[in-house]
């Protein structure tokens, strides 16, 4: 299958193109499980209309068997009956022409590169990137932008217009009063130069950003597949999908969210009979909401099926011989590696790995994953995102002679640290804080810049993957965004870092990384 | 002397690739003008009453090809210029219907450059040689 001499250029417009009218087909599809035979004939409408612009389109490309299953398809849907269209059967034919699309990708234009290796959960987006992906970015977006870059200049004119005037005034020997004014309207001209770069740097950061509602396609294709394998009935609820998401971080949230709403549909809602034997609706629900804050998104998958036993679970933990007493809460154990209550043999959810899997990438990203659930009502994850990989507000520290930052995420707590609030412990500093103790980490020690304990300065109290630890470090200067930069590959993997920036005075400064932090052995004694 | 010609197609690939098909096509300069529905497609051809050929897709939602192909029938400004009805089916029924209707021309998807090209140089030809009938 090879594209029409001329057209071949035009080719990842034409999978991108046919790839959303797929989505838009399933679209439909799945809608059309769940509304009554009446109102089914817009729907079958939509796929009709969609599946004739990809056989026009495949043709025109060349690409004949894409054509191919277009118009069997197309057909297959104009001799539907509304009320009697085999939904799954149609849908197995849209995997069939993915995956087309996708042999159609990696095809003679492609000869010779390596599809991107299947790497653990979350991996993948890297290689993407390096391989050059592309966002979609409206003209307008784009013209905004370059709006504010035009008063950006505008207002650099006036900022040294300004100041020339406050230096020729000044030179002039001038009174107080005209030299206060021209002073005035430079720190004016400043100060709206700084507003617009701030919503200049927003709408760029904004440009990695796609709407949460990208994923909720798939989900629901998830859905539905889940529910009909396991004899259920299940709707998904979605809102919040304009809320943005980092795209390097889109197949992260893939990965997850499908995880947890498998889990939600095979775990959590109750086959058909157990619900109205409960007492709930027959058709069980999947409430999907997502939330923006200042520094992260927040996405909720909440089911209201029949929660976790925390009793089995305990039984199920002390079995395997797991310190559950050691735990601050026994649901901690779903998201260990392996763990399942289930039968090793549910295949569907991946014998209970999946959660651990998922979490560890989550962290691995600077987010975490909270659960709650109620016996008999049901089960809520909760997943924080950062909300964007490339700017962090962080926490500026001095200790010896450098400046480190900190991303504000991480950070639980600082206060001040005098000569004896620390103890030495099995040779390591801790600390009492709130009604526990927490290990310390003496920056300057551990990055050898110094070489004994310091007894006074600032404690950071940080905290990744559930671990808690005191960051002792001489001087806290104050919180900034930043933006982050990945560290050189020839500078590997050090511990406790996770990337550069550069401060105010052109400065390259280091981002420590919390969540190697936590693990850092603590130097303490002679260093090796 | 540059031939303007009107290609109205819902789908943006289609356009992209009616462009790339049109860069190659050497018998005349070419001015191209999209349109993405029948009632854009009408509004550019009164903005540009010189227009000479009409690239008009039979299916598209809200108003046809075939609808469109009638109203600028009907139009007497519109009267030179030469409609060509593009579809992806080869419906007998369909190509009789659309030359009754006053259609040029009809071509079927797919279709090469090339033979998007012989098909403009036969339309504008006929037409040419029409128009100079007294």
Redesign the interface.
């Known amino acids: 299958m090879t594209p029409?001499?001329?057209?071949a250029?035009?080719l990842s417009?034409?999978l991108i193109?046919a790839s959303e009218r797929i989505s838009r087909i399933e679209d439909a599809l799945l809608r059309l499980a769940a509304t009554e035979s009446a109102k089914q004939r817009p729907l079958l409408d939509v796929a009709k209309?969609e599946l004739?612009?990809i056989?026009?389109?495949s043709?025109?490309?060349?690409l004949t068997e894409l054509?191919q299953l277009a118009h069997t398809m197309e057909d297959a849907l104009a001799d539907a009956d509304p009320g009697a269209v085999d939904v799954e059967g149609l849908l197995k034919q849209l995997d069939g022409f993915r995956e087309q699309l996708r042999l159609a990708a990696v095809g003679p234009a492609e000869f010779g590169k390596q599809p991107a290796p299947a790497g653990p959960v979350g991996e993948t987006e890297t290689s993407h990137d390096i391989a050059g992906g592309s966002v979609r970015v409206p003209f307008a977006t784009l013209d905004a932008l370059i709006d504010l870059l035009a008063e950006v200049v505008m207002l650099r004119h006036r900022l040294a217009d300004a100041i020339l005037r406050g230096r020729m005034l000044a030179a002039g020997g001038d009174t107080a009063t005209r030299s206060a004014q021209a002073w005035a309207e430079v720190r004016f001209a400043y100060e709206a130069l700084g507003g617009t770069l701030a919503l200049v740097q927003d709408g760029i950061l904004r440009l990695r950003m796609v709407p949460l509602s990208t994923l909720f396609g798939a989900l629901n294709r998830l859905v539905y597949d889940e529910a009909v394998k396991g004899g259920k009935e299940v709707r998904l609820d979605t809102s919040g999908g304009d809320t943005p998401l980092d795209k390097a971080l889109l197949e992260l949230a893939s990965d997850a969210l499908g995880h947890l709403v498998r889990n939600a549909v095979i775990h959590g809602v109750e086959r058909r009979e157990d619900r109205v034997a409960a007492g709930k609706p027959r058709v069980g629900r999947i409430r999907l909401v997502a939330s923006v804050t200042a520094d992260e998104v927040q996405i909720e998958v909440a089911d209201d099926g029949a929660g976790i036993n925390r009793e089995a679970l305990r039984r199920r933990a002390v079995e395997r011989g797991i310190d559950v007493e050691a735990l601050d809460d026994v649901f901690s154990v779903l998201f260990l590696p392996g763990f399942s209550t289930r039968a090793e043999a549910d295949l569907s959810a991946g014998r209970g790995v999946g959660l651990s899997a998922v979490q560890d990438a989550v962290h691995r990203r600077g987010g975490r994953i909270e659960l709650t659930s109620v016996q008999g009502q049901g089960t809520s994850y909760r997943l924080h995102l950062p909300l964007s990989v490339s700017i962090a507000r962080a926490l500026l520290l001095r200790v010896d002679d450098e400046v480190y930052a900190l991303p504000l995420t991480a950070v639980v707590e600082s206060r001040q640290l005098r000569p004896g609030d620390q103890h030495i412990v099995n040779g390591a500093g801790v600390l009492k804080w709130r009604d526990r103790v927490i290990s310390l980490l003496d920056l300057g020690r551990s990055f050898g810049t110094a070489a004994a304990l310091r007894d006074e300065g600032y404690v950071v109290v940080v905290e990744a993957a559930g671990k808690h630890r005191g960051l002792l470090v001489d001087k806290i200067s104050g919180i900034q965004e930043i933006v982050v930069k990945g560290l050189d590959p020839i500078v590997g993997n050090p511990a406790g870092i996770s990337g550069s920036t550069i401060v105010g005075d052109g400065r390259p400064i280091l981002i420590l990384d919390a969540r190697t932090l936590v693990e850092l052995e603590p130097f303490v004694g002679t260093p090796a | 002397m540059t031939k303007k010609v009107l290609i109205v197609d819902?789908?943006?690939?289609?356009q992209?690739?009616y462009d790339?098909?049109l860069k190659?096509y050497r018998t005349h300069q070419v001015q191209m003008l999209l349109a993405s529905d029948g009632r854009e497609a009408l509004s550019k051809l009164a903005e540009h009453p010189d227009t000479d050929l009409i690239l008009l897709d039979i299916?598209m939602?809200e108003m046809s090809g075939l609808e469109v192909l009638r109203q600028v029938k009907n139009e007497k400004a519109f009267r030179n210029m030469a409609v060509v009805l593009v579809s992806?089916e080869d419906e007998e029924a369909d190509i009789q219907r659309g030359l009754e209707a006053g259609a040029s021309a009809y071509l079927v998807?797919?279709?090469?450059?090339g033979e998007l090209h012989q098909l403009v140089d036969r339309v504008l030809a006929h037409r040419d040689t029409v128009r100079d009938q007294p």
Do not use: C, W, Y
């Open positions: 029409t001499e001329g057209f250029a035009l417009e034409f193109d209309r004739h612009t056989k026009g389109n043709g025109m490309m060349g054509q | 819902d789908s943006i690939l289609m992209r690739l790339v098909s190659g299916h939602p992806a998807k797919p279709f090469t450059p």
